[in-house]
């Protein structure tokens, strides 16, 4: 596989499409600094998936698209392309040429592709897994790069040695594995947890639901004496009901006799007052018309006055026009005698404009003559300056060689001081070597005494790390009995949430009301079951229990018609029963507890209800369940105060003790695993404070565990620091002597350097000389020039006088032009204003001819108006007669319509009386039957008292098992209390039991089932981590041998000689031990990689690089000016290590040396033609350049 071509458009600065065809061997790219041409790795880089935009040379992502430049725009999209033959198929696709697209648009949005696919960047990677190629590779090595391979740490050096061994792609399934078994462990521990639940909830249950079909035994029995009993009460009670009913309609045949008459009565007298309402209307009618007509002859009299007023107005206005017209007169008379007076001026001044425009021509004839003589002038200056400045630039190029001597000499005395100061320089040298040989003593001494305590410290961090460690230990095993208990208390918290959730221990109605009829009209006037709405002091769940009973399941309802449809929706679907409490209807009582606080304050008792916090709204409901309850201390208590209070009252204990209104008393044990709605939801709470306990002790010993943790790391880190110091130090002693030879070599050296400076300065001071003689003849040429320069500046001065006196006689005759023109000017402005000012005249003679014309039209207006004005005061007054006749009409017809009103009023009064009388007769008939009614409620509701426990208890469909046959047993009432006592004996009993301990046990089974699967792939999983662990150990160590005897050998040859080793810190732990670097170049002692010159490192570097490729080439490989830090020797070696190896590699290499350049066999050049915009040249290169 390799890679046939790059194709860049857009990105950084190749704005335009870009394509880079790849022959086989090495291909340089060159270009001046600036030109762009390390954009060409940066593409090859981002192409193949890398992220970090610092490792682009950028800020944020969108720096890569081309920002514009002064001649072009930004463009919106930055696209690389990388086609590679796959012909071998070293990638496993079916593809023979593989091309690999990276989009970025200005927007954010960005976009791969593989063979105009569209890829995720997981795909691009997971392609290019262990070929060398992608991100992380050794593919790219861009500018810092190669030293950096040296400067991380040993553990980071790990990557590229991974990927030449191909174990990523082993790595990624064995991470994948690994957190596939993690979630193994969790659902374990999750079904090992839940299963543990569900052991301990099997026993309880199966007792449970042994209790409930015992107790469904029993209700089966007192159903059948209950129906029989009760439904025989229902049939006595209905007949009497019957005779009540037959009184009762007689008495309402008699009522209704007396209730006709009443409303004949009714209706009379509803006719009278209908009349008396249309006189009313009539009335009004009448009352407002008198109004109007009133305030129509109102209305008369004030336009009357208006007419008059308006009359004068009109009389005062012609006054005042009369006068305006003999005003007029009077102004026409003088605009006249000023129209003469103008018209003899403007004639005058028109005169002197012709005079002066003659004279202002003659004026301006002589100042032409003026301007000739000034050219004249003119010209000859220009001649006389053109020769005076081409000596000024003789001079110039004199004065410059004199200034070039100068220089020169400068320079010359310059380097005889630069030789001096070199020689002081010298000779504090030599005085510091011998210093620094005398110092190497005292820093062998400082050495051995950091050994010294390098070695105690360690000694001191291994105590310290063996306790800490202890520490940890102990740590860690009460943060798992913590982590045990909080899953435990999390299982447990969970089942019962799922109880909650299930409604398990709920009636069979109940729970089909609230899972079932969510989509049901009535739904959403149901407030809850009375467990829900109640909060229960701390303690007292067991109390309030006992006392509610069953009633914890009664459903909250608004109004008892939404109750009558919850019911039917429960008989439709045949969803079983429930009790429901109406808001509106529900009436409950706390009287008769109320008087009795102070002794039960007394006794330390509460009110059932004291112990409650709800929601004002359903106190009713609640006072009606247990509004007569009391709950006391303790059993004794609770028989006390049943007794003072005649047992009256029910009372309850803390224990689920009950004493019965009437003497019962229950109690005795209580099954702690069977839990009531409220205490469950009370250990939901208790086991979530419980659960937040224990987390909060597992947080608090996980964060010291990690402090002693962190403590541990950097006593590590510290410890391996002080094996770096001793390991440098040791490296320091060894270089001493050596450093002390080189001294010894530096001060002959600087003996021979003064011998060579003192022979320059010789040579330097003949040169001094011969410069001296050259400047006498320049002075000489620069004299003579200066004398023919001053007698041209003489010329310039008599030219300048004669043009100065003329240049005065033209401004003496341009002023007086001037003013001319100034007086021309100002006549003419008069002339115009007085134009102007007689045409203002002509303009008010004009005016006021037409003012005259319209004061007679005026005139003859207000005539006419007069007369109309005095017509219409006449036929006014005429109006204001005839209204006043209908006036007195008017007033005769209110008078007849309040006699008949009084008329009505008094019969209706009569008919009122009559009414009353009947009403008194017909309420006593009202009064007896309303008796008859309450009596016909009150067996109404004993019948629907006996049908709705009926009802409650069995269901709507009791009637069916009723047969008036059937024999009852002999007291019946005391049987049905002997089947209730058995039935109370048996305690709460939950029946849902039944089916909850059939699910829990199918679950149980099915869990386990589960448990033994998870089981199952556990061990599958650890045994595909084993495989996996052991193929990448296998290619890691023999690949990492294989490099390490490359690195030896190309080593040896890129430096003639010297040693080089590659070696693993933690040899036992090979998948996460860091990689060590040794070199020690020709002729030098073994030391750090970070005393070696820059030369060194990076030949040591690309000795490491070429190792890599030759075991595990990658397609390309770019090479981005890796040899900048070479001499030419080193850019010779290198050159040839890449003609080496370019037989089976193909090499990009970005670069600025000419040693490089011949190896390529294709050249590329970057140019920037247009500033910003990289160009590409490309240059075939079929024999080597010499």
């Given at each position: 596989?390799y890679?046939?071509?790059l194709e860049?458009?857009?990105?950084k600065?190749?704005a335009?499409?870009t394509?880079?065809e790849?022959?086989?061997g090495?291909t340089?790219?060159?270009g001046p600094n600036?030109?762009?041409?390390?954009?060409i790795?940066?593409?090859?880089?981002?192409?193949?998936?890398?992220q970090?935009?610092?490792?682009l040379?950028?800020?944020k992502?969108?720096?890569?698209?081309f920002a514009?430049s002064?001649?072009r725009r930004?463009l919106?999209?930055a696209?690389?392309?990388?086609?590679?033959d796959?012909s071998?198929?070293?990638?496993p696709v079916d593809?023979?040429?593989i091309?690999?697209?990276?989009?970025?648009f200005?927007?954010?949005e960005s976009?791969?592709?593989?063979n105009?696919?569209s890829?995720r960047?997981k795909?691009?990677?997971?392609?290019?897994f262990?070929t060398g190629?992608?991100?992380?590779?050794?593919s790219?090595i861009?500018?810092?790069?190669?030293d950096?391979?040296?400067?991380?740490?040993?553990?980071?050096?790990?990557a590229?040695?991974e990927e030449a061994a191909?174990?990523n792609?082993?790595k990624t399934?064995?991470m994948?594995a690994?957190r596939?078994?993690?979630?193994t462990d969790?659902n374990?521990l999750?079904?090992q947890?839940?299963l543990q639940?569900?052991?301990g909830q099997l026993?309880?249950?199966?007792?449970?639901a042994?209790l409930?079909?015992?107790?469904?035994a029993?209700?089966?029995q007192l159903?059948?004496?209950e129906?029989h009993?009760?439904?025989a009460l229902?049939?006595?009670l209905q007949?009497?009901?019957?005779g009540i009913?037959?009184?009762?309609?007689e008495l309402d045949a008699a009522f209704?006799?007396?209730?006709g008459q009443?409303?004949i009565?009714?209706?009379?007298?509803?006719?009278k007052r209908?009349?008396l309402?249309?006189h009313d209307?009539?009335?009004?009618q009448f009352?407002?018309e008198?109004?109007r007509?009133?305030?129509q002859i109102d209305k008369?009299?004030e336009?009357?006055?208006?007419l008059?007023e308006?009359l004068s107005?009109?009389?005062r206005?012609?006054?005042?026009?009369?006068?305006g017209?003999?005003?007029g007169?009077q102004r026409q008379?003088?605009?006249r005698e000023?129209?003469g007076?103008?018209e003899?001026e403007i004639t005058?001044?028109?005169q002197?404009?012709?005079?002066e425009?003659?004279?202002?021509q003659e004026?301006?004839?002589?100042?032409a003559?003026?301007n000739?003589?000034l050219?004249?002038f003119?010209?000859t200056?220009q001649?006389?300056k053109n020769d005076?400045?081409?000596?000024?630039n003789q001079?110039?190029a004199l004065?410059?060689k004199i200034?070039s001597?100068?220089l020169?000499?400068?320079?010359?005395q310059?380097?005889?001081?630069?030789?001096r100061?070199?020689?002081?320089?010298l000779?504090k040298?030599?005085a510091?070597?011998?210093?620094e040989?005398e110092?190497r003593?005292?820093d062998l001494?400082r050495i051995?005494?950091?050994l010294s305590?390098?070695?105690q410290?360690?000694i001191e961090?291994?105590?310290?790390n063996?306790?800490l460690?202890?520490?940890?230990?102990?740590l860690?095993r009460?943060?798992?009995?913590?982590?045990d208990k909080a899953?435990?208390l999390e299982?447990?918290?969970?089942l019962?949430d799922e109880?909650?959730?299930s409604?398990q221990?709920y009636?069979?109605?109940v729970?089909?009301l609230?899972?079932?009829a969510?989509r049901?009209p009535f739904?959403?006037?149901?407030k809850?079951i009375?467990a829900?709405?109640?909060?229960v002091?701390?303690?007292?769940e067991?109390?309030?229990e006992?006392a509610?009973?069953?009633?914890?399941?009664?459903?909250?309802i608004?109004?008892?018609?939404?109750a009558e449809?919850?019911?039917?929706?429960?008989?439709?679907?045949?969803?079983?029963?429930?009790?429901?409490?109406p808001?509106n209807?529900?009436?409950?009582?706390?009287g008769r507890?109320?008087?009795y606080?102070v002794l039960?304050a007394?006794h330390g008792?509460?009110?059932?209800l004291?112990?409650?916090t709800?929601?004002?709204?359903?106190?009713?409901?609640?006072?009606?369940l247990i509004?007569?309850?009391v709950v006391?201390p303790d059993?004794?208590?609770?028989?006390q105060?049943?007794?003072?209070l005649?047992?009256?009252?029910?009372t309850?204990t803390?224990e689920?003790?009950?004493?019965?209104p009437?003497g019962a008393?229950t109690?005795?044990s209580v099954d702690?695993?069977?839990?009531g709605?409220?205490?469950?939801?009370r250990?939901i709470?208790?086991?979530?404070?419980?659960?937040?306990?224990?987390e909060?002790e597992?947080q608090k010993?996980?964060?010291?565990?990690?402090g002693?943790?962190q403590?541990l790391?950097?006593n590590?880190q510290?410890?391996?620091?002080l094996?770096?110091?001793?390991?440098e130090?040791?490296i320091q002693?060894?270089?001493?002597?050596?450093e002390?030879?080189?001294l010894?070599?530096?001060?002959?050296?600087?003996?021979?350097?003064?011998r060579?400076?003192a022979e320059?300065?010789?040579e330097?001071?003949g040169?001094?000389d011969?410069?001296e003689?050259?400047?006498?003849?320049?002075?000489q040429s620069?004299?003579?020039?200066e004398?023919?320069?001053?007698e041209?500046?003489?010329q310039?001065?008599e030219l300048?006088?004669?043009?100065?006196a003329?240049?005065?006689?033209?401004?003496a005759?341009i002023?007086?032009?001037g003013?001319l023109?100034?007086s021309?000017?100002a006549?003419?402005?008069?002339?115009?204003g007085?134009?102007?000012?007689?045409g203002?005249?002509?303009k008010?003679?004009a005016?006021?001819?037409?003012?005259?014309?319209?004061?007679?039209?005026k005139l003859a207006q207000f005539?006419?108006?007069?007369?109309k004005?005095?017509?219409?005061i006449?036929?006014?007054?005429?109006?204001?007669?005839?209204?006043?006749?209908?006036?007195?009409t008017?007033?005769s017809l209110i008078?007849?319509?309040?006699h008949e009103r009084a008329?009505?009023?008094?019969?209706?009064?009569?008919?009122?009386t009559?009414?009353?009388?009947?009403r008194?007769?017909?309420?006593?008939?009202?009064n007896q039957l309303h008796?008859?009614?309450?009596?016909?409620?009150?067996?109404?509701?004993e019948?629907?008292?006996?049908?709705r426990?009926?009802?409650?208890d069995?269901?709507?469909d009791?009637?069916?098992?009723y047969d008036?046959?059937w024999?009852?047993?002999e007291?019946?009432e005391r049987?049905?209390?002997?089947?209730?006592?058995?039935l109370?004996?048996?305690?709460t009993?939950n029946?849902?039991?039944?089916?909850?301990?059939r699910?829990?046990k199918?679950?149980?089974?099915?869990?386990?089932?589960?448990s033994?699967?998870?089981t199952?792939?556990?061990e599958?999983?650890?045994?595909?981590?084993y495989?996996?662990e052991r193929?990448?150990?296998?290619?890691?160590n023999?690949t990492?041998?294989?490099i390490?005897?490359?690195?030896r050998?190309i080593f040896?040859?890129?430096f003639a000689?010297?040693?080089a080793?590659?070696?693993?810190?933690?040899?036992?732990s090979p998948?996460?031990s860091g990689?060590?670097i040794i070199?020690?170049?020709p002729g030098?002692?073994?030391?750090?990689?970070?005393?070696?010159s820059?030369?060194e490192?990076a030949?040591?570097?690309?000795s490491?690089?070429?190792?890599?490729l030759?075991v595990?080439?990658s397609?390309f490989?770019v090479?981005?000016?890796i040899?900048?830090?070479l001499?030419?020797?080193?850019?010779e070696?290198?050159s040839?290590?890449l003609e080496?190896?370019?037989h089976?590699?193909?090499?990009i290499v970005?670069t600025h040396r000419?040693g490089?350049?011949?190896a390529a066999t294709?050249?590329?050049?970057?140019t920037?033609?247009e500033?910003?915009?990289?160009?590409l040249i490309?240059l075939?290169?079929?024999?080597k350049?010499g």
């Amino acid at each position: 596989m390799y890679l046939k071509r790059l194709e860049i458009v857009g990105f950084k600065s190749f704005a335009d499409k870009t394509r880079l065809e790849i022959p086989s061997g090495v291909t340089a790219v060159v270009g001046p600094n600036g030109s762009g041409k390390s954009n060409i790795s940066d593409a090859l880089r981002w192409v193949l998936g890398e992220q970090s935009i610092k490792t682009l040379r950028g800020s944020k992502m969108d720096d890569v698209i081309f920002a514009g430049s002064d001649q072009r725009r930004p463009l919106g999209l930055a696209e690389v392309s990388i086609v590679l033959d796959n012909s071998d198929h070293s990638i496993p696709v079916d593809f023979t040429e593989i091309a690999v697209t990276r989009k970025l648009f200005r927007s954010g949005e960005s976009d791969y592709l593989i063979n105009k696919s569209s890829v995720r960047l997981k795909d691009v990677q997971e392609l290019f897994f262990d070929t060398g190629l992608g991100k992380e590779a050794y593919s790219v090595i861009g500018q810092g790069k190669i030293d950096s391979i040296l400067s991380v740490k040993a553990e980071d050096r790990r990557a590229i040695f991974e990927e030449a061994a191909g174990i990523n792609k082993y790595k990624t399934r064995k991470m994948i594995a690994e957190r596939k078994l993690e979630e193994t462990d969790r659902n374990l521990l999750r079904v090992q947890d839940i299963l543990q639940e569900l052991a301990g909830q099997l026993g309880p249950l199966e007792s449970q639901a042994a209790l409930a079909e015992k107790y469904l035994a029993l209700r089966q029995q007192l159903s059948q004496v209950e129906i029989h009993y009760f439904g025989a009460l229902i049939t006595r009670l209905q007949t009497e009901l019957n005779g009540i009913i037959q009184t009762r309609t007689e008495l309402d045949a008699a009522f209704q006799d007396f209730e006709g008459q009443e409303n004949i009565i009714e209706a009379e007298i509803e006719a009278k007052r209908y009349q008396l309402l249309e006189h009313d209307n009539q009335l009004t009618q009448f009352n407002e018309e008198y109004y109007r007509l009133q305030n129509q002859i109102d209305k008369f009299a004030e336009q009357v006055n208006f007419l008059q007023e308006k009359l004068s107005d009109l009389d005062r206005q012609q006054l005042e026009q009369q006068n305006g017209l003999e005003t007029g007169r009077q102004r026409q008379a003088a605009l006249r005698e000023q129209q003469g007076v103008l018209e003899t001026e403007i004639t005058a001044i028109r005169q002197q404009v012709e005079a002066e425009g003659q004279l202002l021509q003659e004026q301006e004839s002589v100042l032409a003559t003026f301007n000739q003589q000034l050219a004249t002038f003119e010209a000859t200056e220009q001649s006389v300056k053109n020769d005076y400045i081409e000596t000024l630039n003789q001079i110039a190029a004199l004065k410059n060689k004199i200034n070039s001597a100068e220089l020169q000499k400068d320079f010359i005395q310059k380097q005889v001081s630069e030789c001096r100061r070199k020689q002081e320089i010298l000779e504090k040298q030599l005085a510091q070597s011998e210093n620094e040989a005398e110092s190497r003593q005292q820093d062998l001494s400082r050495i051995e005494a950091e050994l010294s305590h390098c070695q105690q410290t360690m000694i001191e961090l291994s105590s310290r790390n063996t306790r800490l460690e202890q520490e940890v230990g102990g740590l860690e095993r009460k943060n798992r009995e913590w982590q045990d208990k909080a899953r435990g208390l999390e299982s447990k918290i969970a089942l019962l949430d799922e109880m909650e959730r299930s409604y398990q221990g709920y009636f069979q109605g109940v729970k089909s009301l609230l899972a079932e009829a969510v989509r049901e009209p009535f739904y959403a006037s149901i407030k809850g079951i009375i467990a829900d709405l109640i909060q229960v002091r701390p303690g007292m769940e067991l109390a309030i229990e006992t006392a509610l009973g069953s009633n914890l399941q009664n459903v909250v309802i608004e109004s008892d018609r939404q109750a009558e449809a919850a019911i039917t929706f429960l008989k439709k679907h045949n969803k079983g029963r429930a009790t429901f409490l109406p808001l509106n209807t529900i009436q409950g009582s706390e009287g008769r507890v109320g008087q009795y606080q102070v002794l039960l304050a007394q006794h330390g008792c509460h009110t059932a209800l004291s112990l409650l916090t709800f929601d004002p709204l359903y106190r009713q409901a609640l006072a009606y369940l247990i509004g007569q309850t009391v709950v006391a201390p303790d059993l004794r208590t609770a028989i006390q105060i049943g007794q003072k209070l005649d047992r009256s009252i029910r009372t309850v204990t803390p224990e689920g003790d009950l004493v019965i209104p009437g003497g019962a008393i229950t109690g005795g044990s209580v099954d702690k695993r069977r839990l009531g709605l409220l205490s469950r939801r009370r250990e939901i709470e208790d086991l979530k404070a419980e659960k937040t306990a224990a987390e909060a002790e597992l947080q608090k010993g996980m964060a010291t565990a990690a402090g002693y943790r962190q403590e541990l790391q950097q006593n590590a880190q510290t410890a391996k620091d002080l094996m770096r110091q001793e390991n440098e130090a040791k490296i320091q002693k060894a270089t001493v002597a050596k450093e002390l030879s080189n001294l010894q070599l530096a001060i002959e050296k600087t003996h021979q350097e003064q011998r060579l400076h003192a022979e320059q300065l010789q040579e330097l001071a003949g040169q001094c000389d011969q410069f001296e003689l050259g400047q006498g003849e320049l002075a000489q040429s620069m004299a003579e020039k200066e004398q023919a320069l001053r007698e041209l500046e003489h010329q310039l001065s008599e030219l300048a006088g004669q043009m100065k006196a003329a240049k005065e006689q033209k401004e003496a005759l341009i002023q007086g032009i001037g003013e001319l023109r100034s007086s021309l000017s100002a006549k003419r402005q008069a002339e115009q204003g007085k134009n102007a000012l007689k045409g203002q005249l002509d303009k008010q003679l004009a005016e006021l001819l037409a003012f005259f014309a319209e004061l007679d039209n005026k005139l003859a207006q207000f005539d006419a108006e007069r007369l109309k004005i005095r017509e219409t005061i006449a036929a006014t007054e005429t109006k204001t007669a005839a209204i006043k006749e209908q006036l007195q009409t008017q007033e005769s017809l209110i008078e007849r319509n309040k006699h008949e009103r009084a008329t009505i009023s008094q019969a209706i009064k009569e008919l009122e009386t009559k009414q009353r009388s009947l009403r008194r007769k017909s309420n006593e008939f009202q009064n007896q039957l309303h008796r008859l009614e309450l009596q016909a409620n009150q067996k109404q509701m004993e019948i629907e008292n006996f049908e709705r426990n009926l009802d409650e208890d069995y269901g709507s469909d009791w009637s069916t098992q009723y047969d008036p046959a059937w024999e009852l047993p002999e007291e019946p009432e005391r049987r049905i209390e002997e089947y209730k006592s058995q039935l109370r004996d048996l305690g709460t009993v939950n029946i849902a039991a039944i089916e909850d301990f059939r699910q829990v046990k199918e679950r149980f089974e099915f869990l386990t089932d589960q448990s033994q699967d998870l089981t199952k792939a556990k061990e599958s999983l650890l045994k595909v981590i084993y495989e996996i662990e052991r193929t990448i150990i296998k290619k890691f160590n023999e690949t990492f041998a294989t490099i390490r005897d490359q690195f030896r050998q190309i080593f040896g040859e890129l430096f003639a000689g010297g040693n080089a080793d590659l070696y693993l810190l933690e040899p036992d732990s090979p998948l996460e031990s860091g990689i060590e670097i040794i070199a020690q170049p020709p002729g030098k002692k073994l030391q750090s990689l970070s005393l070696l010159s820059g030369g060194e490192r990076a030949m040591t570097a690309i000795s490491l690089l070429f190792a890599i490729l030759a075991v595990k080439p990658s397609p390309f490989c770019v090479l981005d000016e890796i040899d900048a830090t070479l001499d030419e020797v080193n850019v010779e070696r290198f050159s040839h290590l890449l003609e080496m190896f370019s037989h089976r590699l193909q090499f990009i290499v970005i670069t600025h040396r000419r040693g490089t350049m011949e190896a390529a066999t294709a050249l590329y050049g970057v140019t920037m033609e247009e500033m910003g915009v990289s160009k590409l040249i490309s240059l075939d290169l079929n024999e080597k350049v010499g």
